[in-house]
Nanobody, 124 residues
Framework: QVQLVESGGGLVQPGGSLRLSCAAS????????MGWFRQAPGKQRELVAAITSGGNTNYADSVKGRFTISGDNAKNMRYLQMSSLKPEDTAVYYC??????????????????WGQGTQVTVSS
């Protein structure tokens, strides 16, 4: 059974930074793409960043230039570095794998495994 565990959320002021981590119980990231999603109250869950097993990345327009997705296959870890945070980034952030997505494609579909989520609140 694959388990994904997010950490690193919290309260931050506008303009601040946070780094989220996603730890997998097995080496699922070594052969599969992975995505960071977020869900704000009253809104649908949205994909904000994705990374292939080889390190190719893609971002939602709303976070381009501010968020960076990365990973360490040897440690079964994925990260989301978030900078220049805005109040509209407030949401519960989830990691998901295996993300059905290939670099260069606009189509994607979430995989079977989700973390429990970590709250990110951007507020002064």
């Amino acid at each position: 059974q694959v388990q994904l565990v997010e950490s690193g959320g919290g309260l931050v002021q506008p303009g601040g930074s946070l780094r989220l981590s996603c730890a997998a119980s097995v080496s699922i990231f070594s052969h599969n793409a992975m995505g960071w999603f977020r869900q704000a109250p009253g809104k649908q869950r949205e994909l904000v960043a994705a990374i292939t097993s080889g390190g190719n990345t893609n971002y939602a327009d709303s976070v381009k230039g501010r968020f960076t997705i990365s990973g360490d296959n040897a440690k079964n870890m994925r990260y989301l570095q978030m900078s220049s945070l805005k109040p509209e980034d407030t949401a519960v952030y989830y990691c998901n794998a295996p993300l059905a997505w290939e670099y260069g494609n606009s189509w994607w579909s979430p995989g079977d495994y989700w973390g429990q989520g970590t709250q990110v609140t951007v507020s002064s």
